[in-house]
């Protein structure tokens, strides 16, 4: 049974920082391509970063570009999200997601093979 299992969220002050992390289980960590996908209230769950399997390649959305950074620990099946410089239009569900794949974890939701349960991130102005 796979298992994706969030942690890191909170309320935290605008320009300010917190790290999510995910820590799965179940799978052969090593094989999947691992992201962060957020959704805010009445929107759309929307890619945020994500990393292949090997750890490069790093790729993020346009406007968390310089802001966040994804990485992962291989040997404990972990996969972080380091953010900073929050800002109000951060706040929201993050969720991890994972895919078996050697290329880019899709940006489509839809395409996802696993998901964590999610943490919230609100960031107050």
């Known amino acids: 049974q796979v298992q994706l299992v969030e942690s890191g969220g909170g309320l935290v002050q605008a320009g300010g920082s917190l790290r999510l992390s995910c820590a799965a289980s179940?799978?052969?960590?090593?094989?999947?391509?691992m992201g962060w996908f957020r959704q805010a209230p009445g929107k759309e769950r929307e890619f945020v970063a994500g990393?292949?399997?090997?750890?490069?390649?790093?790729d993020y959305r346009d406007s968390v570009k310089g802001r966040f950074t994804i990485s992962r620990d291989n040997a404990k099946n972990t996969v972080f999200l380091q953010m900073n410089s929050l800002q109000g239009e951060d706040t929201a569900v993050y969720y991890c997601?994972?895919?078996?794949?050697?290329?880019?974890?899709?940006?489509?939701?839809?395409?996802?093979?696993?998901w964590g349960q999610g943490t919230q991130v609100t960031v107050s102005s």
């Open positions: 990393i292949r399997r090997s750890g490069g390649r790093p």
């Open positions: 179940g799978l052969t960590f090593s094989m999947y391509a």
């Open positions: 997601a994972a895919v078996q794949t050697i290329w880019d974890i899709s940006r489509r939701a839809a395409s996802i093979e696993y």
